[in-house]
């Protein structure tokens, strides 16, 4: 990418050029985590809505998955990953500290371009999908791949029942590049609330926490989370998202057609959309198979409704996520 090179592409809109995903084969059900922890199927059922979720099999990084979803994703949009000016990858579980997962993914399918990772948790694909249609409306790029990706499975405490059944692995990914009509993203909103950053956090590993025996020994690298203050904060800015972007965008809940939350629990969904006052018919969800896959959780459920025929083309869609920061965020697109 050179920047300057702006007004040889810039565009009114940006729009979702294709979708891909890949989630790893083997699943690990409510019923396989009963001999793990002090846990049973009819709780994390009732309490989240999940029912199994994928993991990765040992040896599988998570670039392996990005790079299988955006495989997926250039294809749909036939598209070479020649044709990619940026590479954007949303992760909270990289290949390694540094470099990039995202340079890894550039290897992995053979593209040439500018890479590189954003952390937003579980808000990251909405972060990233944010990023790419700034670069493709202000000209700086064609054609932007932004990877949702998680291989959670190597990050949680596989003794700590109040986390570990709740998250799972996966990718999902999306081309973006200028639209011609009035198809594309409408709008998208970004928040953080740093006040709640340690509820929810893998602390050790980094400046704050660099590891050593004992830190290994209390788990510090793994996912740490006060639940209850992660659903509150879900709840309430998850709503106000989505209804600030909607009244913005001069549309109403009404003319929404499929509205894809984050998959974290469906007692949070559930609450978003009653507040909003949405027909569950039209809230899409994968939770009880996936699991909460954090950034990839959207771009999984999109490709998955996308590839099934669900979501068709002109369909206006919203998303919204929230996660670790907290961060959280909605967007807006019309397919
Ligand atoms: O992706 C974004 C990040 N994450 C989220 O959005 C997650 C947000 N939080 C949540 O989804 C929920 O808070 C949880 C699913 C994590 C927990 O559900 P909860 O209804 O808030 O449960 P709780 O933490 O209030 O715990 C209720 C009880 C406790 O037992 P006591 O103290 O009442 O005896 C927990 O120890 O449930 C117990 N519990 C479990 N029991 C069986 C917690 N985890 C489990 C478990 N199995 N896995």
Redesign the pocket.
Known sequence: MTPGAASKFGTPRSRILGTGSYLPPQTRSNVD?EKL????DA??RE??GIRERRIAPEGMVTSDMAAEAAKRALDAAELSPRDLDLIVVATVTPDMPMPATAVFVQQKIGATCAAFDLSA??AGFIYGLTIADQFVRGGAAKHVLVVGVELLSRVVNWAD???????GDGAGAAVVGPSDSERGILGTRLYSDGTLAES?MIPGGGSREPLDEARLHDRRNKVH???????K??VRNLYSASQSLVDASGLTNEAVDWVVP????V??IDQVVARANYPKEKVLSNIDRVG?T?SA?IPILLDERVRDGTIKSTDLVLMC????G?SWGAALIRM
Request: contains cysteine; aromatic residues 8%.
């Open positions: 985590l922890v002090d846990t049973n709780w994390i309490r989240t948790a579980c029942r109040t986390t570990c059944v709740l998250f929810l989370m006060k639940g209850q203050d992660i659903f904060a879900a984050h998959q974290a629990n007692r949070i909460n954090s959780s996520a929230l996660g670790a907290v």
